[in-house]
């Protein structure tokens, strides 16, 4: 028998992430994730690759999977905004993912923020004329994991 746990399949991913993040130069970052059994052990998994790497995990913000109303989503928002951080690890599913994205056009400052997204989400047609003028990180990182 062979067992996989949850870390396993996140290792080389997350290493790949924090290599990438490093290539990018940030070094204050906002880690999102959904409260389920990914989203929390997706955390727990790029934490410690994060501090390895010395990197600085300015906060981390757990959500609802299934909550993407705009009373959530403004709070996730106004959180990242208030850490100044340089960008967003989003460890979590399309539905939030995408309300945050599209909320964030809202807000000043939202625009200046990078968003790295994990393989959970697939990026392919979701995010048409986005606004974020980085957007082309988190495509790139896709097509780096794929």
């Known amino acids: ?5 949850i870390n396993d399949v996140f290792y080389h991913m997350f290493q790949t992430i924090t290599d990438f993040l490093g290539t990018l130069g940030w070094e204050y970052v906002v880690v999102v994730y959904t409260e389920n ?4 052990g997706a955390y727990k998994a790029i934490r410690t690759h ?4 010395g990197l600085c995990l300015t906060a981390a913000i757990g959500a609802d999977p299934t909550d993407d109303s705009d009373d ?3 709070g996730i928002l ?5 850490m100044n951080a340089t960008g ?3 460890l979590g599913n399309d539905a939030l993912i995408e309300a ?3 909320r964030g056009e809202l807000y000043d400052g939202a625009g200046k923020l990078q968003w ?3 393989d959970s989400v697939s990026i392919s047609d979701r995010f048409p004329g986005q606004k974020y003028p980085r957007g082309q990180h988190l495509k790139a990182l896709w097509l780096l994991l794929v």
């Open 1 to 5: 028998m062979l067992h996989i746990g």
């Open 50 to 53: 994060m501090a390895n790497a």
């Open 72 to 74: 959530t989503i403004d």
């Open 37 to 40: 059994s990914y989203g929390r």
């Open 100 to 102: 945050l994205l599209h």
């Open 78 to 82: 106004r959180s990242v905004l208030q």
């Open 116 to 118: 790295v997204v994990t």
């Open 88 to 90: 967003v690890v989003y």
